[in-house]
Nanobody, 120 residues
Framework: QVHLVESGGGLVQAGGSLRLTCAASGSGFRVNYMGWYRQAPGKQRELVAAITSAGSTNYADSVKGRFTISRDDAKNTVYLQMNSLRPEDAALYYC??????????????WGQGTQVTVSS
């Protein structure tokens, strides 16, 4: 079992920055890729950014050039640096981890979400 804990959300003015952190804990697992998703009221959950174990990254077009995803494998932690925030970035941000557990089975785990609010 892998447990994800997000932190770093909050209220920020448009143009400001926030850094989200997601730490994976548990035993007997290997994280394959980690990602950040977001869901605004009335909208579907969407991928914001993802990073593989090799360090390859993928971003939603709407955040390219403003957001940066990174990971610390030693800490099983992924970060999302969000700059130049816009009101449309406001959402509940979820961390996701694709992990292989000791049995060799891969699972996708989700955090509880952290709220990002951007005031105009």
């Amino acid at each position: 079992q892998v447990h994800l804990v997000e932190s770093g959300g909050g209220l920020v003015q448009a143009g400001g920055s926030l850094r989200l952190t997601c730490a994976a804990s548990g035993s007997g697992f290997r994280v394959n890729y980690m990602g950040w998703y977001r869901q605004a009221p009335g909208k579907q959950r969407e991928l914001v950014a993802a990073i593989t174990s090799a360090g390859s990254t993928n971003y939603a077009d709407s955040v390219k050039g403003r957001f940066t995803i990174s990971r610390d494998d030693a800490k099983n932690t992924v970060y999302l640096q969000m700059n130049s925030l816009r009101p449309e970035d406001a959402a509940l941000y979820y961390c996701s981890a694709d992990a292989t557990v000791v049995s060799g089975i891969r699972y996708v785990y989700w955090g509880q979400g952290t709220q990002v609010t951007v005031s105009s």
